[in-house]
């Protein structure tokens, strides 16, 4: 097989990946440009990878070492060993495409390391940070894609857009952090309404916890009315690359149902909700 039927290959099986395990923003590749398309789905699909370290070891310094390796293959100490990686392939092809920068794949990684472990979220700030450092950081690579490697301005809306996705990820995911021992509520929010760690970490649902998640939401939808105010600095064309963004004020008012048990599973949008909220949007851009 050539190299270019392998390229092909490993991006056929980035859009394998993405549309397997990140619907939304599989979905909303579909309204990117089909000149950058692939490698659009070649960032997401790392993102993927990264995401799904948690869910399959068995033990934190199992995690370590894979996102250590992918490190090494970003920094470029690995490349013989990422050409046989088929997300790798293509993230590499993407980077040199585009000239994508490093150190904000590296920070990506760096943040997703606190995903391995049982710590609670420090604080509200410590979230934030979290979120700018890998969903945000998604939200800007896109748009240096899809606008040819070039700096497409809007590293703010890219910023807010990152904090509003990732909190209404953060909340409707509840479940399935609490089943590993993990709780994404900061320390400080719980306190503000007398809600404790342990109890997320335990799946146990409460008046206090309620009123903690009522500040997550709202904090949300401030970032999101943010970032679509700062939208204006991008270029139309790129402005495709917030679409995702589209999907946090039906997410907002699922998350704010009454009597909704945050740990219960099943409660996302349809999909058929999500493809309409994403369209009506891509017509406004």
Request: charged share 20%; aromatic share 6%; hydrophobic share 50%.
């Amino acid at each position: 097989m050539s190299q270019s039927s392998d390229l092909s290959a490993a991006y056929a099986a980035c859009e394998s990946l993405v549309r397997e395990w990140d619907r939304d923003r599989w979905l909303a590749c579909l309204f990117v440009p089909a000149s950058v398309r692939a490698n659009v789905l070649a960032l997401y699909a790392f993102n993927a990878e990264i995401a799904r370290v948690p869910e399959i070891v068995s033990q934190p310094t199992l995690g370590e070492i894979r996102l250590q390796w992918w490190v090494e293959v970003i920094e470029g100490e690995r490349r013989g060993e990422g050409a046989g990686h088929p997300v790798a392939m293509a993230l590499i092809d993407t980077m040199e495409r585009f000239h994508l920068p490093p150190a904000a794949l590296i920070g990506l990684i760096e943040a997703r390391r606190f995903d391995l472990y049982s710590d609670p979220m420090p604080s509200l700030n410590d979230l934030e940070g979290y979120l700018g450092e890998s969903v945000s950081a998604l939200f800007r690579l896109a748009s240096i894609i899809i606008a040819n490697g070039q700096d497409p301005g809007g590293a703010q809306a890219a910023g807010h857009a990152g904090v509003a996705y990732g909190l209404v990820e953060i909340l409707g995911a509840m479940g399935e952090h609490a089943a590993r021992g993990q709780c994404f509520i900061p320390r400080d929010v719980l306190a503000r309404s007398g809600a404790l760690p342990e109890a997320v970490a335990d799946a146990l649902a409460s008046p206090a916890l309620e009123g903690a998640l009522a500040e997550l939401q709202a904090r949300a939808r401030h970032h999101e009315a943010a970032a679509m105010g700062d939208a204006g600095l991008l270029n139309a064309p790129v402005r495709v690359a917030l679409l995702p963004l589209a999907l946090v004020p039906a997410r907002l008012r699922l998350l704010g149902k009454a009597g909704r048990d945050p740990f219960a599973p099943g409660q996302d949008l349809s999909q058929w909700r999500a493809q309409w909220s994403l369209w009506r949007a891509a017509r406004r851009l």
